[in-house]
């Protein structure tokens, strides 16, 4: 090949250079915002994904502490209306002992201070007053 040859090649390249170079450059920098944005985007979206998942997580425990405090107060429930009426039921018969022991006379201030350590029993159980109220007076020490 002749210089010529040569010359015209490097004629051609040089004009044909800047419509591949721009271009591809411009197509270049075109994928590489697409990449960041789609990083980007992927990143945004594990972020909702593990914000949303601690949320779900969040929402179970608060529904599962919902369960175990509602069966606790049901079953703290059932238990105090069960010892209320042991308590009732306990204060009945003392309130006939009484009744039987002042008809006797000399036991009567055996029979009140034997209702007035029930009803100091029932209210360091909690329900003293409701207790005391239905088992008549008491005094407190």
């Not at 040569?6 to 004629?11: G, V, Y």
């Not at 170079?21 to 980007?40: D, H, I, N, S, W």
């Amino acid at each position: 090949m002749s210089a010529s040859t040569w010359e015209l090649t490097a004629a051609g390249l040089a004009v044909v250079a800047p419509l591949v170079a721009v271009p591809l450059t411009v197509m270049t920098f075109y994928l590489k915002g697409l990449r960041e944005q789609q990083a980007g985007r992927f990143s945004d979206l594990a972020d909702r994904v593990n914000s949303t998942s601690e949320g779900l997580r969040r929402v179970l425990d608060d529904v599962a502490l919902m369960q175990r405090n509602y069966t606790t107060k049901e079953e703290w429930l059932r238990e105090t209306m069960w010892a209320r009426g042991k308590i009732e039921s306990l204060c009945a018969s003392v309130m006939r002992v009484e009744a039987e022991l002042e008809s006797h006379g000399s036991l009567a201030a055996t029979s009140q201070r034997t209702h007035r350590l029930v009803a100091k029993i029932a209210d360091r159980a909690g329900i003293g007053e409701s207790v005391s109220k239905g088992c008549g007076p008491t005094e407190t020490f």
